[in-house]
């Protein structure tokens, strides 16, 4: 059984048809990355299956593990094992990191049937991975995302794929606003995550971040469809003459 | 559905009838008659066997109520209330002396311990005290004075204070064993004549809460006290009087909770608090009377007068408050700096849901040098509520080197609801210094989304967002207190977003 399967997905935003029967099979282990021009519905997407309020799916299902996704509570879903990597992480004043991953993991676990993370066993945990992450302590201590630089916010969503272990993650322009340094933080963290029960989904507007994080599948979405799906050198191949290719297949 | 759609339909159907201390006590009470006259005046004193001088001081303050009028600048509506229609004193029967907790009715005893208020506890704790050194830390004393309606039921460690020098009861006992303190002290900070409710509570007030620390005494342990309206129609009038003597410190906190009725019901308080030469009073609230059901029927009208006079040198006084309850709230802590270098601080939340309206803030009066103030306050609009900062800082001609800050955030949950700043400032002196910052935000879909994505579901998610929010004042709070404040909060916003 896949561990992902979009079929056919019709998706509105006030009114107006973002994604027009959009398909994608994502089994476990596997990397995809999702490439296409600004505004072909990549975020939509990602919004979607992670059941962000505002949208209306008008057609076709998701299945998560064989699980109708779209009927779930979108916390629900995180407690699956659906996780989204933002593009941009939102800031939350005066709620400790650290608080905020204790919650939000004894939030998941709970919904799951299982007990709470005993304190030591959270922070020993939380050591380690942020030490792998170049994630500073006193990070931790300050409000979410308050004063982070960009890099610090994607390491601070790395760290909490980390930390939650999901089944499929779902990264949205990682890459954006990183220098390379940054990036390379960022994607060896991912990489150190990749296991064969978990499923990555890369969206991005470039190829650059593929060289860090080499997908098995990729694919070009265009006006709000897959139009062409293949190997990572299909990758290269966009970079070399453009999406303009595909503007017209769609 | 667009997001903000369904928190609007989400907040259609808030429930603040999950309002938890909705239970009424059955049980039988002694009664004024319904109504205000000077008849009753003289009842209430009769009652609470007080000296011709207080009698004296009620009827004044009743003459002078006769000829005022109610306020009406702040912002909040409601009809018009018939001060004829209420009891203003109501005691529970048997009415004999108590002189120990098993003397008390034990339907109150349960009431307070649904409200989660350990009277008969605390009182066990006092015969086995712990040796020196085993004491758990985590287990701080906290000295009780419980008003049901119009009486102090019980008080709690008043021996343990006695040792100390503190003097903790009922205003009412103060009148009587006290006098000297009650009559050099009362009404010195909000005077008889200072404002409609005031007046009344002066004429009428039935019990309260009095403290004395003598001079270099720090307060071994917390005071607080916990006001329960339980009759029906009946005004709660209560008068606190604390007062910090030379180089003394004390903390005190006040709770409050009322029972789930249709009609509103009048809760109109006077706090009167005196910091001498290097004293310190920390005051802190947490009222959570009951706000009224979904379609704003019933809940308590809550117009009280909160001020504290700096009269000292160096003197402090701290107010901090977590208001989610009340139908209204009209309520204003204040802080008279009149002795050089005092300070005075006001840290609120006030959370409104639901049909709340609440209009408050604080008045920082400088009169002396080199004084200063604070003001954090945090407002917290949801469902169709509004909610109103209003806030007054002065300098007098003499202030010289006066200072404030000021910080009012709003925030507002759903777009059915209102929060308001209303800043007066006046400086009268060239040097004084004040900062004003406010800033108003909606609370974002997106933080909300993020929080959820990782697991929390909407109410926590906004649980989490609003304790971020006023995580600044909670901090003030004693400890205790603050993980109390910090359920409360979540409570008081269940139902609030969808
Ligand atoms: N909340 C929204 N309201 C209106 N239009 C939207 C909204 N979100 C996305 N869109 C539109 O949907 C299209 C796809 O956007 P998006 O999914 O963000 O694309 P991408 O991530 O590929 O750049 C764009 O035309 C965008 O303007
Ligand atoms: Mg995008």
């Known amino acids: 059984m896949a561990l992902l399967e979009v079929k056919d997905l019709k998706v ?75 593009q941009y992480p ?15 993991l004894n939030a998941q676990r709970k ?95 470039y190829q650059r971040l593929l060289n860090y994080i080499v997908p098995d599948i990729v694919h070009v979405m265009s006006k709000g469809r897959v139009v062409k799906s293949g190997g990572k050198e299909l990758a290269q191949e966009l970079e070399e003459s453009g999406y303009a290719q595909f503007e017209d297949a769609a | ?71 009406t600048w702040a912002r909040v509506d409601y009809p018009k209330i018939d001060f004829q229609d209420l009891y203003y004193y109501s005691a529970p029967k048997p009415k004999k002396t108590i002189t120990s ?74 009148i009587r064993e006290h006098p000297e303190l009650v009559q050099k002290y009362l009404g010195s900070v909000v005077p008889t004549s200072d404002n409609f409710y005031a007046t009344l509570n002066s004429a009428v007030f039935s019990d309260g809460s009095f403290v004395y620390v003598p001079p270099g005494v720090r307060c071994p342990m917390e005071l607080s006290t916990y006001f329960r309206i339980n009759e029906r129609n009946t005004g709660q009038f209560e008068r606190t009087l604390i007062i ?36 310190e009073i920390k005051y802190s609230t947490v009222q959570n009377w009951y706000p009224g059901n979904s379609e704003g029927k019933g809940g308590i009208y809550n117009f009280v007068t909160k001020r504290g006079d700096c009269r000292g040198d160096r003197s402090k006084i701290s107010w901090t408050q977590v208001e989610t309850g009340s139908a209204i709230t009209w309520k204003y802590p204040s802080c008279i700096l009149r002795g050089d270098n005092s300070s005075g601080e006001f840290y609120s939340i006030a959370i409104s849901n639901g049909y709340q309206q609440v209009d408050s803030g604080t008045k920082m009066i400088h009169l002396g040098k080199n004084t200063s103030s ?44 209102g929060a308001h700043t209303v800043p ?19 609370i974002s879909e997106d933080v909300l989304f993020y929080c959820i994505q990782r697991g929390l579901s909407q109410e926590e998610a906004v649980g989490l967002v609003v304790n971020g929010f006023v995580k600044d004042v909670l901090q003030q709070l004693p400890m205790e207190f603050a993980v109390e404040a910090q359920k409360l909060i979540s409570i008081s916003l269940e139902g609030s977003v969808g």
């Open chain 1, 90 to 104: 939102v800031e939350i004043p005066g709620v400790t990191t650290m608080n905020f991953l204790r919650t939000a």
């Open chain 2, 424 to 442: 007066y400032i006046e400086a009268k002196n060239s040097s004084a210094t004040f900062e004003h910052e406010a800033t108003t935000s909606k």
């Open chain 2, 244 to 279: 910090a003597d030379k180089g003394s410190y004390v903390s005190y906190l006040e709770g409050c909770t009322a029972p789930q009725r249709d009609e509103n019901q009048l809760h109109a308080a006077v706090v009167e608090l005196v910091a001498h030469d290097d004293a």
């Open chain 1, 12 to 86: 509105r935003v006030e009114e107006r048809e973002i994604l027009h029967g959009l398909t994608l099979t994502v089994n476990e282990g596997e990397i995809h990355a999702i490439m296409g021009p600004n505004g072909s519905g990549k975020s939509t997407l990602s919004h979607v299956i992670a059941g962000k309020p505002g949208y209306e799916v008008t057609d076709g299902q998701i299945l998560f593990k064989g699980e109708d996704l779209l009927e779930m509570a979108p916390e629900e879903r995180a407690a699956k094992g659906v996780f989204l990597a933002f």
């Open chain 1, 111 to 205: 919904a799951r049937g299982e007990s709470e993370l005993m304190v030591p066993d959270f922070l020993k945990k939380v050591r380690e991975v942020s030490k792998s992450l170049n994630i500073p302590q006193d990070m931790l201590k300050r409000g979410v995302n308050v004063g982070f630089s960009g890099g610090e916010k994607k390491r601070n969503e790395v760290l909490q794929m980390a930390l939650f272990e999901p089944s499929l993650c779902i990264l949205d322009e990682m890459d954006s606003g990183l220098d390379i340094d940054a990036l390379r933080i960022a994607a060896d963290g991912v990489n150190a995550l990749h296991s064969p029960k978990r499923a990555m989904v890369v969206i991005t507007h």
């Open chain 2, 374 to 417: 604070r003001i954090i306050s945090k407002g917290i609009a949801a469902g169709k509520s509004q909610n109103t900062y209003r806030g007054l800082v002065t300098a007098h001609r003499k202030a010289t080197g006066a200072r404030n800050f000021t910080a009012c955030d709003s925030l507002l949950i759903g777009d059915k609801c």
């Open chain 2, 101 to 174: 907790l098993d003397e008390i009715d034990p339907e109150i005893l349960k009431t307070y311990e649904k409200l989660g208020i350990p009277l008969r506890e605390v009182a066990m704790l006092e015969g086995v005290e712990p040796k020196p050194g085993e004491e758990d830390p985590n287990r701080r004393k906290i000295a009780v004075d419980a008003v049901f309606d119009s009486v102090s039921v019980a008080t709690t460690f008043k021996a343990e204070l006695k040792k100390a020098g503190v003097i903790f009861m009922p205003i009412s006992e103060a």
């Open chain 2, 1 to 71: 559905m667009p997001a903000v759609q369904e928190t609007v339909d989400r907040v259609k159907r808030i429930d603040v009838d999950q309002y938890r201390y909705g239970f009424e006590t059955l049980i039988e009470s002694d009664k004024a008659p319904k109504g205000l006259s000077e008849e009753t005046v003289k009842f209430i004193s009769e009652k609470k066997n007080e000296p011709a001088w207080m009698l004296q001081w009620r009827l004044e303050a009743y003459r002078r109520w006769l000829t005022m009028t109610e306020p």
